[in-house]
């Protein structure tokens, strides 16, 4: 490990390298953010990830610390349940916690923006249109392509916060000694949308998670600001019923007839929804070491996870807390830092990716089971 870090590297510009950067240089590093894409700030295409997020007490605690929640309350909805429609339109709520806890719907791309705003403020140098093509981890530097040249910048300290398929991680599995594991589970998600009702509001009730569990399968439904719902259908591939079952606009209808019937007439738009929006997959990342000489993986690119805990962004956001606490304790010294943030925050890592495994079956099924089913009955409207 090279001591004296001055200009650090952040290869990435989603929720945890934005976020990551300021801490960073609030601590006084030159910073330098790449990102593959172009501004968000400036154009109207969204991530190509999940549209809207739960938010928890464990990602706040970072956007406090860093001094932006008041900009995120404006764009936080509460959802203090979960609110599950049984297959004959029964609904019912279970509270996520006591009066007054509750987790937060935000959309992804508003929260990215807020956290670039704030990077930019506080002297981040952000680079769009920035592709990393390779890593050299002995050498701390990066290769480039940007849309006039590729060219490879040298750096103190390099963090890959490059997402689930990072290329930090790429080039750390060629090197000896590093364990990687990676797992699709046989489901893919679809996203569709529920808009507002014709009065202008919210089509269903707008402070809860809906979800339509259906054993193998099911749909989830998050509210947004415009009061419309961003809604996931988390379906297996392949089988019977799947998404390479349902090849025609009469089978999706039919479909949803039977199996989510109270939320059809609120899809207005899923014919042409479900046939344009993309399949994705699910996949979970295990690996380690996360430090490389003086390159280091962070959120997904550390540590992806299949998001029925709605934890991953917040694990993330907690990997930049907890890694500028060990600077606090450390007086800066890195190497002592990064030791002890592999050793603590792997252990948490993998903690939640077998958690977050788990749920998808309680979130399925188990929660549609009678047992589950104790707290307050809501009449279907
Ligand atoms: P990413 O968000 O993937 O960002 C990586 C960034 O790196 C992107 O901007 C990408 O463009 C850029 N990049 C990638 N490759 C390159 C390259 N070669 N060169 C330059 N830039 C590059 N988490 C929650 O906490 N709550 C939820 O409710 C929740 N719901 C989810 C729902 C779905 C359907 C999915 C798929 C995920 C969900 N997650 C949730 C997880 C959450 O999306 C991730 O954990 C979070 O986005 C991780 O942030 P990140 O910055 O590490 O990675």
């Not at 501004?39 to 999940?50: H, L, N, P, T, V």
Request: glycine residues 6%; proline residues 4%.
């Amino acid at each position: 490990m090279k001591k004296e870090i001055k200009h650090i590297g952040v290869l990435g510009a989603g929720l945890v390298g934005a976020l990551l950067s300021i801490y960073l240089r609030k601590r006084g590093y030159k910073v330098s953010l790449y990102e593959k894409r172009d501004d968000m700030r400036k154009s109207s295409a969204d991530s190509g990830r999940s549209i809207n997020l739960a938010l928890s007490r464990r990602g706040i605690k970072a956007l406090e610390d860093i001094g932006v929640i008041e900009e995120v309350e404006k764009i936080m909805l509460p959802m203090e349940g979960r609110m599950m429609h049984s297959q004959d339109g029964e609904l019912t709520f279970q509270a996520y916690g006591k009066e007054g806890q509750y987790i937060n719907s935000v959309s992804r791309g508003n929260l990215n923006k807020i956290l670039l705003e704030k990077a930019e403020a506080a002297g981040v140098e952000i680079k769009f249109e920035h592709t990393c093509k390779s890593v050299d981890l002995e050498g701390t530097s990066v290769t480039f392509k940007t849309p006039d040249a590729e060219k490879t910048m040298q750096f103190d300290l390099l963090f890959g916060s490059d997402g689930a398929y990072s290329k930090m991680r790429q080039a750390m599995v060629k090197k000896d000694r590093f364990n990687y594991e990676q797992y699709y589970i046989p489901h893919g998600y679809k996203e569709l949308s529920i808009p507002p009702n014709e009065d202008g509001d919210f089509a269903i009730a707008p402070n809860a998670l809906h979800i339509w569990p259906r054993g193998q399968y099911m749909l989830i439904a998050l509210p947004n600001l415009d009061k419309s719902f961003t809604c996931t259908l988390f379906f297996p591939f392949e089988g019977q019923p799947s998404f390479e079952s349902l090849q025609t606009p009469q089978q999706v209808l039919n479909f949803f007839k039977n199996t989510f019937p109270d939320s059809l007439p609120h899809l207005k738009n899923i014919q042409e929804e479900y046939f344009e929006n993309p399949t994705s997959s699910l996949v979970t990342v295990k690996c380690e070491p996360w430090v490389k000489n003086n390159c280091v993986l962070i959120g997904d690119a550390a540590h992806a996870i299949v998001p029925f805990y709605g934890q991953g962004m917040n694990a993330g956001f907690e990997d930049c807390y907890e890694l500028n606490l060990l600077l606090n304790r450390h007086a800066d010294d890195w190497e002592m830092t990064l030791d002890e943030y592999q050793e603590l925050r792997k252990k948490d890592g993998d903690a939640i990716a077998d958690l977050a495994l788990h749920n998808f079956v309680e979130m399925r099924d188990l929660v549609a089971d009678d047992k589950f089913l104790v707290q307050k009955k809501i009449e279907a409207k």
